[in-house]
């Protein structure tokens, strides 16, 4: 007996929603209660790859069969949001995404989208996502029937979309809108998004990215001809603004006395930006992409008194800067230019993150002794003697028993490497991590004396991938260090002897399993399969003098 299909309506819907779209639509097929169910469900998710199977289409993408197959999306759309406001039922969500229909086509359509957000505005709509992947030549004006849409909680316009400077003229009152992201959408006029989103006072979370300004010089012109980055955006009043992401305006004046996170990203790389950084006394997580830093700003961050995360990712620095800051706790540099000193003053730092190609020196003051340190080190054939220096360049030297190396292609180094001499003891660090080795067994003992000339890890993993091509150079490391292949190492030729003879291979862990001998890691490692899923997995050997 189906004791599911008697179940309340609203139960029902509860199970549907937590289904993947595809599987929620094919419950319609399993009886004519589903099927009732199934009509009446408040969510409506339409993607026109489900209808279109451009591999059975022909050629010409106007042909007659993808147009009866976007005239059947086309329906099905149109039936469900009817039927729906037919019983007077709400559309809590409405969600279209197209993807593979051409321009042109949609565009001949575009008066059924109009109608779907009129029949959705006046069923109480709550979540409206709009995803049409246009050009700029052929774009979509957003209707201003929308602006009835009194429930709308979030809305999401991506591609293609054009804010019309006719919103300036009405009314709006986005009193219910909590999230509101634009990706990738024209406007008429700068002033638009800003009242756009001034009439969304309970907002709490704002993306903008790639919103583009367009202003004709005459009717003549295509519509994407003369579109550029939106130059500046002035905001005001949004008390309830929490989160926001800003890509491509270059001055950003945000009034949000609440704000928490922030992320600004560049429309070009190395631009020059403003953010009124100083009145967000609440900001937790501040993240910059592509831009110039400059030392206002860094000057600013002991202001925000709760900052706890700071991120720069590609971003030109000056060649000395200090970050500092009585509440932060994660700290990552990537990819950032210039740098050649940094100083960072955070008592309860827990995590810096460093990667680059550059070896700044630094420094740490008044560390935490919970502080993990990773660095993400890049090599080119000029940097034989670079993953010491940077270690050491590293202060104080308390701080590299937190250092996490993890090295990314060492393969240019092969042919100069062996000039090294390892008979001093390098600085210790608390683990290495090597993703990728030549496979050519030439190179392993270059490899492996480069690393341990340069530190000793107290653990150091290996990537499983089979795409590294690691395994073999594991087993040739293991019995390296336990003694079975010494004689291959310079210092019998040259001498003196290098420091690392002494280590040893203590633990070997896979999985939290301890392999006792290379046998036993042989095994392991033969038995792993090869496939193309696998997932990343790592083998740790923990070393000992």
Known sequence: MDRISVMPKFILHDILGRLPDKDAARTSVLSKSWRETWFSFPILSACDKDFINLHESPLY??????????DTFIEYVSKRLRRLRNQG????????NTQYISNKMLVSRFHHVDEWIQMASESGIEVLELNLALSLDKLYNLPLCLTEAK?????????????????????LKFFSVRKLLFHSILIGDERVMEHFISHCPLVEHLSLTHCLLYKPLSVADPPGSRAN?????????LQKLKRVEVQGIEDVYIDAPNLENLCYLAGIVDASFKLNLDSYKKLRWLSLFCVRVEMWLLEQLPKIPFLENLILKHCSLCERINISGSQLKFLELTNCSNL??????APNLLSCEYSGKDEPVISFRGISNQLD?????????????RLRQFIQNI??????TSLSVFIIQPYPIIESVDILQGSSSPPSIKHMQL????????CFFPVMNWLLSSCFPETISFSLHYSFNLRAFMVYFYEMLMGSKKGECYCYSRGPECWWHGLKVVKITHLERIYENVEDLKAMLNALPLSRNYDEEFITFTLEL
């Open 89 to 96: 039922l709400a559309v809590k969500k409405l969600k279209l």
């Open 373 to 385: 340190v990773s660095a993400h080190i890049h090599l080119n054939h000029q940097d034989v003697d």
């Open 151 to 171: 429930s709308l909680t979030k809305l999401v316009l991506t591609g293609g979309i054009r804010l019309d400077p006719a919103f300036l003229n009405h009314s």
């Open 229 to 237: 980055y939106v130059k500046s955006l002035s905001l005001h009043g």
């Open 395 to 400: 202060e104080p030297q308390e701080v590299l």
């Open 340 to 345: 050649k000193e940094i100083n960072i003053d």
């Open 61 to 70: 993408p106007e042909g007659a069969r993808l147009l009866s197959k976007l």
């Open 435 to 442: 993703s990728a080795v030549s496979d050519r067994q030439t």
